[in-house]
């Protein structure tokens, strides 16, 4: 992948101990303390009862039964009351951080940003909100958001429950049909990380990734505005018969190329398809080589997905690749 | 602990019957995908009448591949859906476009008699999908457009959707017999 | 002795005369014909329909414990085919749909196929042991629960041979489980197959229930009751309560939703999606406490016994448990801190989650007291116990980090949860398990299991179940999501996954190590005798494996460890009938005798009854109509039953104080 972007993605751990924004940190500064303390309080107690099992500190009585004295059998009670205690004392210090992280993290600061996501079996659908319903944005399964700002999520599902996870930035929040949820986030290191669903939402739940794209602010107001656009008139001729293939074919029942006349809403937005950097929710790199297979037959790729096999003639997929190609 | 003579026995039988449940396994349940079904194009025996001249009917060998497949009839309902055809059709009551869940066919209900209504079109105003829709597809929702009257098995009817109630769900909609399709009353099957 | 009148309490009451033992002294010829008369009295027959027939609770015990590991050995192999799918990425060894039916059998067996119906087999095969009763209270009852139990095995597995296992999950969210997402009837089977279950599981709880109140030896008042015992009767309460959540959830909502179109769950229609997972939980977290308690009882048990002293803190444990049981009942939402539900009521269920540790950390507390003040002997079973204290404590640590809502959010839905249940599952429920087994297999079979396999079915389980979960926390942490049939290369989390599944080998390797034991120690192992371990319950004063009829004659408990106050002999009350089946019957809280009771003989009803239930709740998946007809096949089934439950077998001629002779049907 010769792609410096997806050679970021690469370099970046996408795990909940990678954080890169305010978020993340809180969460994974409570899971380093709350594996300390109880990393050691299981070194100590599964210590404790294998070298009980060789102490010997009673004594055989008259049946062969092992005895303890009052003042052991007393010494023990406040051991143990005393573990007991601590055991308290140690889980209400829990229950206060995770509260106050909690509240830290429902609290939703002023954002500049809206982004509406639904989810669908097995993609997601982006949308920019914008006051102007003009400028607003339809994309798929790939958010850009700026570095240093909080950007809200409106989450909604289109049919079943998934959620909506970028361990780098996050926790999870749950799209459950009927309810409408929000979730924010601000990325401070510029990069690439990857969200994936993390409920289980039907056959191809494995292949439903998506990327959030970290950027700033500059270059993604020029993202934003190159989104805004209407897909290009091809001018090439191989591209112009491409577009006819799309056109005359079963594509634009199901997709929507802004500026043309396909209003598909069936599956993604593929007004500017070749500035994502990855194809079907994260299942292969948007290369030409990954598109015409995935064109020719989704199903080898993503079994079951909705999209149909397309056998096309060779000449009409090189037509169509470089049409698509063009879309960016 | 040997079993008794009798009790072998059962269990033979048992083993049996088991097999033989097995080996039928269920059609209902197969979700397939890419398939190749028969015969895509409408045999040259499909009509889009029921009536013939002569003494005797004769039938279409094109049966639906996907008559007791429930995820079939499942996928013909999201393909409903997504392809508009409530826009004429309305979940099946009809309205610029004729009902799909009553007894009355006009262009004929075997499977591919409606396969064929469906892929080539037919006059004032169906058009022909065969050309934006692949075989598969077209069969998901013949198959679906059958269950809307009770022509499939009940196991392989959609139930309800999570949408709000427009119609009774296939799965509890009685079985209408066709009143135009199928054998006429005079004629004999060979 | 004199004829006894019903209701004449004075008769039970043990006349002023010395003791007799259970075993010793009395002329062995005698014995032997009490003996031979009594285990006749309280046989069932022999031959196949003897065995359909039966009432004797410890067949039927049996039966549920072998299915039960038949069925671990199923969700072992389902989870074998699993980890081999995910040895490396896009291994291709099986589509999204098969691995789906199979990751959902997988939870849906071990949940409610093993887990549940082994404790509480554990329960009805013991519980009466251990607390001096010739059997449960309800026989025919037992009978009908294992017959239930064993219809939803064979419906599972069938569907599964069939392409029609469930497929979305053994807790099955909706709408993905809904009408519209998941067409056909592979819910419908999940659904109906849960109700199944839980009948069983219903059934067994009453039972423990009513035996331990009602049945119990003389003297063996509720505080001097075993701690097993205990643990089987709290559980048995969260049976009772928890259950029918998941029924009327299961098969009433969702099966009607999905058969005759109502609209529970239904957004668009004033339903709810949410309501789903609410209502599961309410059942599916009091599920995960009623699988991990009854272990607890049994490490109590085997502590005591090879630490050679009676436990630290007996009170301080029952409390405990009892505690547990309750705040089991109030942590459901732990499991739904992603959706959207208020924050503060998400902290209240953190805090809960959070102080159910600490019922569980005073019984740790008290068992370690107990060996360091003891004088430990390393038998298998005490092996497994020091593992579990290993493997369970890990459970409970990352337990109580998932608790955290904030934290939750991140591994909610990965393989860090799926880390976290199966050390609690595997250290809190199966460790305990290996140890009972190896405990009580002499009492049961009359021959020992092997100590050198069981050191190496313990080593491997220990060092097996580690190397396979606990990998799977970091892969949780790195971004693994639940349920997932396969994984890019370029996710990194490939060699993880080799290693996991590689664990899953060596866990294989132990229960072969211990099918292995059984197979030989079953024939060939060394003859046990009644008392192999020098333990003190009353399961140890009676032959190995018991006679049909337990005890010869109810012993007289006065203390919390019979065997270990009495040198030699146990009192022991004479007076129940050597011609029909007699139990005693004792008050609840103090176990005074109270009335003796005829027991029921052996009865084809139950498993008619099951059958009937089968038709009714299979049957309904495919027509509604169906109810009707297994109602009325039902009913004469049940008439039958009722008539041979209540048939009067012996009368007697009885003098009224007045003079009058009249005959009088036995109490």
């Not at chain 1, 792609?3 to 890169?20: D, I, K, M, W």
């Not at chain 3, 209701?7 to 075993?23: M, N, S, V, Y």
């Not at chain 3, 067996?109 to 001096?132: D, E, I, N, R």
Request: net charge neutral; charged share 15%.
């Amino acid at each position: 992948m010769s792609n410096p972007v997806l050679l970021a993605l690469q370099n970046v751990r996408h795990s909940a101990t990678a954080p890169a924004s305010p978020e993340a940190h809180a969460i994974a500064h409570l899971f380093w303390w709350m594996l300390a303390v109880g990393g050691a309080i299981w070194l100590l107690v599964a210590a404790t009862a294998i070298r009980s099992a060789f102490a010997r500190r009673g004594a055989p009585g008259d049946d062969g039964l092992m005895r303890v004295s009052a003042e052991t059998h007393t010494r023990l009670q406040r051991v143990v009351i005393g573990a007991t205690v601590v055991t308290g004392v140690i889980l209400m210090s829990f229950i206060v951080f995770d509260f106050s992280v909690g509240r830290a993290l429902a609290a939703f600061p002023a954002q500049s940003l809206t982004v509406d996501v639904t989810g669908h079996q097995w993609w997601w659908q982006i949308e920019y909100e914008d006051p102007n319903p003009s400028l607003s944005v339809t994309t798929a399964n790939e958010i850009h958001v700026p570095v240093g700002e909080p950007v809200q999520f409106k989450l909604a599902s289109h049919d079943v429950i998934h959620s909506f996870w970028v361990p780098n930035m996050n926790g999870k929040r749950d799209l459950i049909p009927g309810y409408r949820s929000s979730i924010w986030f601000r990325a401070d290191t510029p990069g690439v990380y990857r969200g994936q669903c993390a409920e289980f939402c039907g056959l191809q739940h494995a292949h439903m990734a998506f990327l959030v794209v970290a950027q700033p602010r500059a270059e993604f107001t020029r993202w934003l505005l190159q989104q805004r656009t209407s897909g290009a008139t091809p001018v090439d001729s191989l591209a112009v018969a491409g577009q006819q293939v799309f056109m005359s074919g079963s594509c634009a029942l199901c997709h929507t190329i802004g500026g043309t006349p396909a209003h598909g809403t069936v599956g993604p937005d593929l007004t500017h398809l070749a500035s994502r950097l990855e194809l079907a929710a994260g299942t292969a790199p948007n290369t030409r080589g990954y598109l015409g297979g995935w064109i020719l037959n989704p199903q080898s790729m993503k079994p079951r997905t909705l999209m149909p096999p397309n056998p096309l003639q060779p000449r009409q997929l090189q037509a169509l690749l470089a049409y698509l190609e063009t879309l960016k | 602990m040997r079993a008794s003579p009798r009790s072998r026995r059962f269990i033979v039988a048992g083993g049996l019957a088991t097999s033989l449940l097995l080996a039928t396994a269920c059609e209902r349940e197969q979700r397939r995908f890419a398939d190749a079904p028969p015969s895509s194009a409408p045999s040259a025996f499909t009509t889009a009448s029921a009536l013939q001249p002569g003494p005797t009917y004769i039938a279409s060998a094109v049966a639906d591949p996907y008559e007791s497949n429930a995820y079939a009839a499942s996928t013909g309902q999201q393909l409903f859906a997504s392809m508009n055809c409530s826009g004429c059709h309305s979940n099946g009551g009809g309205g610029m476009g004729p009902a799909l869940m009553d007894d009355n066919w006009i262009y004929g209900s075997d499977p591919d008699q409606v396969f064929a209504s469906i892929a080539e079109g037919r006059p004032n105003g169906m058009p022909a999908w065969k050309y934006r829709l692949n075989n598969q597809q077209i069969w998901e929702l013949v198959t679906y457009v059958r269950s809307l009257s009770g022509l499939i098995p009940k196991g392989a009817r959609p139930s309800r959707s999570d949408h709000m109630v427009v119609a009774s769900p296939p799965s509890q909609t009685p079985n209408s017999k066709p009143k135009n399709s199928g054998v006429p009353p005079a004629s004999k099957a060979p | 002795m004199s004829a006894e009148h019903s209701g004449e309490h004075d008769a039970l009451i043990p006349a002023p005369q010395p003791p007799l033992p259970a075993r010793a002294t009395l002329p062995d010829d005698l014995l032997a014909s009490e003996h031979e008369h009594l285990d006749a009295l309280w046989s069932d027959g022999r031959g196949f329909w003897a065995w359909v027939t039966t009432v004797n609770h410890k067949s039927i015990a049996k039966r549920y414990i072998v299915t039960a590991f038949l069925m671990f050995i199923a969700g072992g192999l389902e989870a074998g085919a699993m980890r081999l799918q995910l040895s490396h990425p896009d291994a291709g060894v099986m589509g999204p749909d098969r691995y789906n039916q199979i990751f959902t059998t997988h939870g849906t067996t071990m949940m409610f196929l093993f887990a549940v119906p082994m404790m509480t087999a554990m329960g009805l095969y013991f519980v009466p042991l251990l607390v001096g009763a010739r059997n449960v209270a309800f026989p025919r009852l037992n009978a009908f629960g294992y017959w239930c139990y064993l219809v939803g095995v064979v419906f599972l597995y069938v569907s599964l041979a069939l392409n029609m296992a469930p497929d979305a999950g053994w807790f099955s969210y909706v709408p993905l489980s809904g009408p519209q997402y998941s067409p056909g009837h592979r819910i419908d089977v999940w659904a109906q197959l849960v109700t199944f279950t839980e009948i069983a599981g219903l059934i067994g709880a009453i039972n423990i229930i009513a035996t331990t109140f009602k049945l119990r030896a003389p003297g063996m008042s509720l505080n001097r009751i075993p701690i097993f015992v205990w643990s089987e009767l709290v559980v048995s309460f969260m049976i009772v309560f928890a259950l029918p959540a998941v029924a009327l959830g299961s098969t009433f909502m969702l099966g009607m939703d999905r058969t005759v179109s109502t609209q529970f769950f239904n957004p668009a229609e004033g339903g709810d999606a949410l309501l789903w997972q609410h209502i599961f939980w309410f059942f599916g977290h009091p599920e995960v406490y009623i699988i991990f308690l009854p272990g607890m009882g049994m490490i109590t048990e085997i502590v005591e016994v090879f630490s050679r002293r009676r436990v630290f803190g007996y009170t301080a444990i029952v409390l405990a448990n009892i505690t547990t049981g309750f705040f089991a009942f109030g942590l459901w939402v732990h499991h739904m801190f992603a959706t959207p539900i208020p924050e503060l009521g998400q902290s209240l269920f953190t805090a809960a989650s959070m102080v159910i540790a600490i019922p569980t950390a005073v019984q740790i507390f008290c068992w370690i007291a107990t060996l360091w003040t003891g004088r430990p002997r390393f038998t298998t079973a005490l092996l497994f116990i020091l593992g579990f204290f290993f493997t369970f404590i890990n459970g409970g640590i990352t337990g109580v980090m998932l608790a955290s809502v904030a934290f939750d959010k991140q591994v909610h839905d990965t393989f860090f949860v799926v880390a976290h249940l199966h050390y609690v599952l595997l250290g809190g429920a199966v460790t305990p398990l290996f140890a009972a087994f190896y405990f009580w297999f002499p009492k049961v079979t009359g021959r020992m299991l092997s100590e050198r396999l069981g050191k190496w079915n313990f080593w491997l389980f220990i060092i097996g179940v580690n190397v396979t979960f606990f990998p799977m926390h970091l892969l949780g942490l790195d971004g693994m999501p639940r349920r997932v049939y396969t994984y890019l290369r370029e996710t990194g989390w490939g060699p993880l996954n080799a290693l996991v599944s590689a664990g899953a080998v060596i866990i294989v390797t132990s229960v072969i190590v211990f099918l292995v034991n059984v197979a030989i120690s079953y024939r060939r192992g060394a003859l046990a005798g009644d008392n192999p371990w020098g333990s003190y319950g009353l399961e140890w004063a009676t032959a190995s494996p018991p006679a049909n009829y337990n005890f010869l004659y109810p012993v007289v408990v006065r203390s919390r460890h019979p065997l270990w106050e009495t040198a030699v002999e146990l009192p022991v009350l004479t007076g129940l009938s050597t011609e029909r089946r007699e139990v005693l019957v004792t008050t609840t809280v103090d176990a005074r005798p109270d009335h003796r009771h005829d027991d029921p003989t052996a009865s084809i009803w139950p498993l008619a009854l099951a059958l009937c239930m089968a038709v009714l709740w299979i049957g309904s998946i495919f027509s509604p109509y169906v109810v009707l007809w297994a109602l009325l096949i039902s009913t004469p089934v049940l008439i039958m039953w009722s008539r041979q439950a209540m048939r009067v077998t012996t009368t007697e001629r009885v003098q009224r104080p007045n003079g009058e002779m009249v005959e009088m049907a036995q109490a």
